[in-house]
Each structure stands twice: as structure tokens, then as C-alpha cells.
């Protein structure tokens, strides 16, 4: 699974996957960003900042839910991690 962030927006915006799996996120924008867990799910993963040109990955919670997300960077870039 593959999370590409272009155009200050996340591609797919919403991501269904199963349980722990792992999901690698590039960013191909001119500038830095994170994809972070935001509440009620604050702290279920983290990229961490990444430039352009840099991927990390990270892995989906256990437990099946819906986990928001955005860029610390830039709130309004915003997502949804979806784990059944």
C-alpha cells in the first residue's frame, strides 16, 4: 500500500486496509511533510517530517476503526486511514 503526497494533498485521501499492514508514504511536493494520526487517534503513527523526494513508512493500528490524519506541516491537508 502507497500513500504519494503531491499538490500539498494526500493520494489516496482515504485508504482502506487491513489490520497492521504496512503502508509506505512518499512525498513528491516541493515542500516538507508529515502524515501524523490526529485525535481521537493521536500517536497510532507518524511519518515524521519527510522532504521532497523522501518516503517513510508506517503500519496501520490492529484495531479496525477509522483514523484520521493530516500533515503537521499543513493542517489542511487532511486524510483518513481506515483499518477493517
Known amino acids: 500500500m502507497t500513500v ?26 516541493s515542500a516538507g511533510h508529515t502524515l501524523t494520526a490526529v485525535a481521537p487517534a493521536a500517536g497510532a503513527f507518524d511519518t515524521g517530517l519527510l522532504e521532497q523526494g523522501k518516503s517513510a513508512k508506517i503500519t496501520a493500528p490492529t484495531t479496525p476503526g477509522s483514523y484520521p490524519f493530516h500533515c503537521d506541516v499543513h493542517p489542511t491537508m487532511t486524510g483518513t486511514l481506515v483499518v477493517q
Open 4 to 29: 504519494t503526497i503531491k499538490n500539498f494533498q494526500f493520494g489516496p485521501a482515504s485508504l482502506t486496509v487491513a489490520p497492521g499492514t504496512t503502508i509506505t508514504v512518499t512525498n513528491q511536493d
